[in-house]
Structures are given as structure tokens and as C-alpha cells.
């Protein structure tokens, strides 16, 4: 089991930025992926990071979002930048363990309890 913990969340306007992080308990080879749920949406695959380093993006998100980690740390950032209304969601850090996959949610089996991020227009 993981333990994480995200923080960062706020309210910004179209067009800024902010940074997500999501403290873990261990690293070890697990994948650290972020999701997103909007109101009455299902949660949706925003980006990951597999143990080794390789970086996933959803579409929407390419070229806006950015994750990154700090092994001393054991804690996963994901910079966003250029923020629209639409990125308006609760997002949620996860876990999942070596190959479970990355971008379905039913490969992780550790979540952090979520942060709002709120993009006004």
C-alpha cells in the first residue's frame, strides 16, 4: 500500500498556472499517474510517470501539462500551465503497481484524497 497526499490546488484564472503535489510513502516500481473528475463526469487520465521514467499525457492536456518527480522526495508534480475552464476538477494522485497499465484507472489501487482546481473564464 501507498500512502498520498496531493496539495497545490486553488483557484486561478484561464490562462495561469499552477503546480500539484502529490507526497508518497514509497516510490519503490510503482507508476504515479494523475486524474481528474469534473462534476458529473467520469474520472479521466490526465498524465503519468512509470518507475523508470517514462511520461504519458492525455490529449487535452499535451503540451500544457507537465509531470515530474523527485525520488529524494518521493513526491510527483504536475505543472499546469495555460489552465482552461474545462481543466476544472478535483484531481487525484495514484499509484499503480509495475505493469498494471497507465492510463485506466482500474490499474491503480492507491489514491490520494484529491485537490480541487478550479479555472475561472
Known amino acids: 500500500q501507498v500512502q498520498l497526499v496531493e496539495s497545490g490546488g486553488g483557484l486561478v484564472q484561464a490562462g495561469g498556472s499552477l503546480r500539484l503535489s502529490c507526497a508518497a510513502s514509497?516510490?519503490?516500481?510503482?507508476?504515479m499517474g494523475w486524474f481528474r473528475q469534473a462534476p458529473g463526469k467520469e474520472r479521466e487520465f490526465v498524465t503519468a510517470?512509470?518507475?523508470?521514467?517514462?511520461?504519458y499525457y492525455a490529449d487535452p492536456v499535451k503540451g500544457r501539462f507537465t509531470i515530474s518527480r523527485d525520488i529524494s522526495k518521493n513526491t510527483v508534480y504536475l505543472q499546469m500551465n495555460s489552465l482552461k475552464p474545462e481543466d476544472t476538477a478535483i484531481y487525484y494522485c495514484?499509484?499503480?503497481?509495475?505493469?498494471?497499465?497507465?492510463?485506466?484507472?482500474?490499474?491503480?489501487?492507491?489514491w490520494g484524497q484529491g485537490t480541487q482546481v478550479t479555472v475561472s473564464s
Open positions: 495514484a499509484a499503480a503497481p509495475l505493469g498494471k497499465g497507465v492510463s485506466d484507472f482500474t490499474a491503480y489501487d492507491n
Open positions: 514509497t516510490f519503490s516500481t510503482y507508476t
Open positions: 510517470i512509470s518507475w523508470i521514467g517514462n511520461r
